[in-house]
């Protein structure tokens, strides 16, 4: 069993930044992929950003280029860093983790982009 725990949500200006942080906890494989997925009101949850244990990196097209997802695996932890961040990123920002053939999921983060 894996635990996702995130942190760094908040709310946020437009053309700000901020940075996501994911930590992982219990049973950790080191063949893995994590990322980040969000989902704003009313729909469905999207893919922000992947990374492999051997640093494939993703990106979805919306955040090309304004977000950088990075690990720790130190600290078994991946992170995403977003900048010039608009309203319509606001949503729910989950944490993910893919190993062994099983699906792990944080409990999301909020993050709103407002003036």
């Known amino acids: 069993q894996v635990q996702l725990v995130e942190s760094g949500g908040g709310l946020v200006q437009p053309g700000g930044s901020l940075s996501l942080s994911c930590a992982a906890s219990?049973?950790?494989?080191?063949?893995?992929?994590m990322g980040w997925y969000r989902q704003a009101p009313g729909k469905d949850r999207e893919l922000v950003a992947t990374i492999t244990n051997t640093g494939y990196t993703y990106y979805a097209d919306s955040v090309k280029g304004r977000a950088t997802i990075s690990r720790d695996d130190a600290k078994n932890a991946v992170h995403l860093q977003m900048n010039s961040l608009k309203p319509e990123d606001t949503a729910v920002y989950y944490c993910?983790?893919?190993?062994?053939?099983?699906?792990?999921w944080g409990k999301g983060t909020l993050v709103t982009v407002s003036s």
């Open positions: 993910r983790r893919s190993s062994s053939g099983r699906d792990y």
């Open positions: 219990g049973i950790i494989y080191t063949i893995y992929v």
